[in-house]
């Protein structure tokens, strides 16, 4: 490391006692990346280095949390979604140069361009007026990001002007977006509750929404629609004996659900001291050894129940069951707000959404359902991609319900194939008792 000219002895120890160590090996573990982190342990720092790996859309497959005094070590397995380990020079030098500056990172970013944040209750066709709005006050949408969760919206939407293509600096036109979103969102029924502002930067944008639904008190509403999701199960206990508060959470495994369940740990003001974390087939296992950043356990029985519901919402926000739908297609004016519209008139609501524009092509993905939060026939969806262009718009990922539907289907023909399985699992389970097969633990 070359150091300033001024920068003197203390100042060069202080620096190198602040700056995390990573260390990424390939050889210890057959089915996964190990990602070490050691570092000076502040408020935060786990939620920065989980950030950097959960950009990538990498999996974390396990991972264990330790905290000694005022330093703590991370060591994740990570994957990428196909379950191959990271054998890429460029991000493995990423990963390393990242993690080993969390520390100086900055918290927010600009783009350079207003950021419309949004809250309210979610009807059906809500999102068909937010995008109509704008662009009839000639706004391109360049990206946006939307969570539903009981009932409330969440958005983050990234404009510029359509005329000049770059950002609006007119205050009077913020301002006239700003007050007529805030309409659209009141409704008839939502007049206090529902929220815009405009700014010119914005920290990560997942974190910036489940920020917004916390305040937004998504935890402890009753859903408008309804929704079958999986079932997750969170429990809170004091361990007296060690000074520690136990959460332990169960639930089904996805992509970026240790990020959401820390970054709410993390925005509720408590510390995680050690963490355990493990996949197993399609379930995820989480437990983490927590106190407020005052050193107290969590004191009361509404206090308890609380970080139980905020939990689940935090697990829930992201765990959309509709049909994921993904559109690929050369940019224009007003192309969300057409597609936006042919969803409501067919009948289907968007649950969530994750809007993206680079160079003249918008790669847009949206998740759907029926208007009371059932699978939308498939009828419907190939109606609407006809009418969007089939070839534009691709389903990407059917929910739950229709594989149990397939596999039910299957069940008359596949008894051999499970007592094969079976057979299977038992030979493996014999050889791994020998010694003759190893497994990565």
């Known amino acids: 490391m070359e150091w300033p000219a001024s920068t003197d002895e203390y100042e060069k120890l202080l620096i190198r006692m602040s700056t995390p160590r990573v260390v990424i090996d390939n050889a210890v573990c057959s089915t996964a990346t190990l990602v070490k982190v050691d570092s000076a342990r502040r408020h935060g720092s786990l939620l920065d280095a989980i950030q950097v790996l959960i950009d990538l859309n990498l999996l974390i497959k396990k991972a264990y949390i330790s905290s000694d005094g005022k330093w703590f070590m991370n060591v994740f397995h990570v994957t990428h979604q196909n379950g191959d380990k990271l054998m890429d020079e460029s991000i493995l030098k990423y990963i390393e140069q990242s993690l080993g500056s969390i520390h100086n990172a900055t918290t927010n970013r600009s783009k350079g ?94 974190r910036r929404l489940h920020q917004m639904m916390f305040a937004d008190r998504d935890y402890e509403r009753t859903p408008i629609l309804k929704f079958t999701s999986d079932n997750t199960i969170v429990t809170v206990q004091n361990w007296v004996e060690r000074d520690y508060t136990v959460v332990n959470v169960q639930c089904k495994d996805r992509i970026k659900l240790l990020f959401d369940v820390v970054c709410n740990l993390t925005d509720m003001e408590y510390v995680v001291f050690h963490a355990t974390i493990n996949t197993n087939s399609n379930r995820a296992y989480l437990e983490f050894y927590i106190r407020h950043k005052d050193g107290t356990l969590i004191s009361s029985e509404p206090e308890r129940q609380r970080v139980i519901q905020c939990l689940k919402a935090s697990v829930e926000r992201r765990a959309s069951e509709g049909i994921q739908l993904e559109l690929r297609t050369e940019d224009k004016q007003g192309l969300l707000a057409e597609v936006m ?24 993905v949206f998740y759907v359902t029926d208007v009371v939060g059932n699978p939308a026939d498939p009828k419907i969806i190939e109606s609407v991609r006809q009418k969007i262009g089939s070839s534009n718009l691709e389903v990407k990922e059917l929910p739950l319900i229709y594989n149990q539907k397939a596999e039910s289907q299957d069940q008359a023909i596949g008894v051999g194939g499970a007592v094969l399985w079976s057979i299977g699992n038992l030979v493996r389970r014999n050889l791994y008792s020998l010694g003759l097969i190893k497994s990565c633990s």
């Open 113 to 206: 361009l207003p950021v419309l944040e949004l809250t309210g209750t979610d009807r059906v066709g809500l999102l068909s007026e937010v995008f109509a709005v704008l662009a009839d006050l000639q706004c391109d949408v360049v990206e946006a990001k939307v969570w539903t969760h009981n009932g409330r919206i969440a958005s983050l939407i990234f404009v510029k002007d359509c005329n000049s293509g770059t950002t609006i600096e007119d205050s009077q036109k913020i301002n006239k977006i700003e007050v007529l979103l805030r309409n659209v969102l009141k409704g008839d029924n939502d007049i206090r509750s529902a929220k815009t502002s405009v700014s010119m930067s914005v920290m990560h944008t997942e």
């Open 341 to 364: 519209r042919t969803f409501r008139e067919n009948g289907l609501n968007v649950t969530r959404a994750e809007i993206s524009t680079i160079g003249n092509m918008a790669t847009n």
